[in-house]
């Protein structure tokens, strides 16, 4: 079955992918498919964004969902920032079994979309430039739990006896299913196949929307619909997590102090966080619903504005929960579920898109009024990553200050001493050069730098830095496979990190919006706005 095929597939039902309670107690919700699929390989969702995500040593909810830098990642910020990715869609609702694990990130080896270029958009570094595909790794029948694997690491923390599901004893009292958390328990489990009734009667529908290029300029990729919705029906449920302590969380360089505060300074993330005008308290969307675009209300009007607007859950009894709970009493973690509801009909492939505020929309008008192309010959990500379907051009072999060659970790090559006269009279390498220090960021790649190249052969001559018991020097390999190859931004140095970037909270006018959230004066503007710190 083609990708096609199970696309028209997926069209043809109600919904091909839910959220519904795990079949592991105590698990909280998991992902099923509703759907048949008969081959492995075939897609869970669309390409989704990889959001990278700074400072992950401070204590979050989104910490439970976090992975591990890999495939170019690791190269983002510095050793001391505490760099880590966080998915959209399946791979941050699926739970872990070990022993039934089905699905897995498909990282494509060179893992950029199709960038703006920081050379001439404003838009530029204002959204994540990574993506993965998430696949099937075993024949799935409908009613089928999806269950990935979060890694030997996550398996050695539960050694230490703690229950994650502990966090959310106050709530779990309510449920019914008494769904919380992960814990132990999901090692010893044999999981249920579900009936497709009994998903549409406990679940509710994630792949309504699908993830393409956006018809809105400068933003991207965006949400499209893949089946009809009727006006008032729910696109999506999805579950936001708290972010405690405001903008100083998503602040980039907690590396270099804590005086350091400056609206420049802000991560990436800050653009995929919601927020209410009234409100200090902060969300992170879990699902596709954090690649929904905006549209001005106000300057459209409701005719041609926004299809879809947001409000509280109000079948989910957590979120009825939290919502008549001041939030100077939430309990360490809380997760709350937004309804992202049709305004009115929308057509199949038509873009989805919503308000985010008044105020994000200043903020980007001032933005692009204020934007200059930058001045220097820096290579932006668009660049970087174009480089890597050229690998061939010498011009990209140097390295510059913005960009870097890694090869696959694991080649086997002779060594070569600094001291060799080629080493220093043509490649300029001593024992302070930059590649050492890159050393240890990634266990994947080893940093690297091309020598001489065979276009027709397709492969490469490269030097790789090695350092062994302190002592620096080079491996040699010749006739390296190309696609053993990567270009890559230095640290610091992809778009992300542009001084001149937009960042900006969505303020939207969340339907049902509690009045005990609210608080007055609120000033979102300032780099200084304060969050709920917690207990």
Request: with cysteine; net charge negative; aromatic share 10%.
């Amino acid at each position: 079955m083609t990708e096609n095929e199970f696309e028209a597939k997926l069209r043809a039902v109600k919904c091909g992918l839910y959220v519904a309670p795990s079949t592991i107690k105590d698990a909280g919700n998991g992902v099923y498919t509703a759907v048949d699929m008969p081959q492995v390989g075939m897609s869970l969702g669309s390409d989704a964004p990889i959001r990278v995500v700074f400072n992950t040593d401070i204590s979050q909810l989104w910490n439970n969902y976090e992975f591990s830098p890999h495939h170019g990642v690791e190269y983002e910020g510095t050793e001391e920032m505490d760099t880590g990715i966080l998915g959209i869609g399946v791979v941050m609702i699926s739970n872990f079994l070990p022993g039934s694990v089905n699905a897995n990130f498909l990282v494509p080896e060179h893992n950029f979309y199709k960038s703006l270029d920081g050379q001439k958009d404003p838009g530029a570094g204002a959204f994540s430039d990574y993506y993965a595909k998430f696949q099937n790794t075993k024949l799935l029948s409908a009613g089928d739990e999806i269950f990935i694997s979060y890694g030997e690491g996550w398996l050695e923390s539960r050694d230490s006896g703690e229950s994650l599901s502990s966090r959310y004893h106050e709530v779990d009292a309510l449920d019914d299913d008494n769904t919380g958390a992960n814990d132990d328990r999901t090692l010893t489990f044999t999981p249920q196949r579900r009936s497709v009734k009994w998903l549409e009667d406990n679940g509710s529908c994630m792949d309504h929307m699908y993830i393409k290029e956006s018809r809105v300029p400068q933003a991207g990729r965006g949400a499209f619909t893949r089946r009809f919705i009727q006006g008032g029906d729910v696109l999506i449920s999805d579950q936001m997590l708290l972010i405690k302590g405001g903008r100083e969380v998503l602040r980039r360089r907690t590396d270099k102090g804590a005086d350091v505060l400056s609206p420049g300074d802000q991560q990436q993330l800050t653009n995929y966080v919601y927020s209410h005008p009234d409100s200090s308290l902060f969300f992170l969307p879990t699902s596709v619903a954090a690649v929904i675009n905006h549209h001005s209300s106000s300057r459209m009007g409701k005719e041609k504005g926004p299809n879809v607007e947001m409000r509280w859950s109000q079948t989910d009894k957590k979120t009825q929960h939290f919502l008549n709970m001041p939030p100077e009493k939430f309990p360490k973690d809380v997760m709350v579920v937004l309804d992202f509801v049709a305004t009115r009909d929308i057509a199949v492939d038509e873009e989805v898109l919503v308000d985010y505020g008044e105020s994000w929309q200043e903020a980007w008008d001032q933005h692009v009024a204020h934007w200059v192309p930058p001045k220097d010959t820096t290579a932006t990500s668009a660049k970087v990553s174009a480089m890597n379907s050229n690998k061939f051009d010498t011009d990209n072999w140097t390295w510059s200050n913005s960009h870097f060659t890694t090869c696959r970790d694991g080649i086997d090559g002779e060594a070569v001493s600094l001291e060799d006269g080629f080493v220093k009279e043509h490649l300029g390498i001593d024992s302070h050069h930059l590649g050492f220090e890159l050393l240890g960021f990634d266990s994947r790649r080893v940093p690297c730098i091309v020598g001489q190249a065979n276009k027709e052969a397709g492969t490469m001559s490269v030097f790789y830095f090695v350092e062994d018991d302190g002592t620096r020097f080079l491996g040699f390999v010749k006739d390296l496979p190309a696609t053993y190859l990567s270009f890559l931004s230095l640290p610091l140095s992809s778009d992300q990190h542009r001084n001149d970037g937009h960042r900006f909270v969505h303020e939207v006018e969340i339907q049902n919006f509690p009045e005990i959230w609210k608080v007055e004066g609120i000033e979102h503007g300032t780099i200084h706005l304060r969050g709920f710190e917690g207990p």
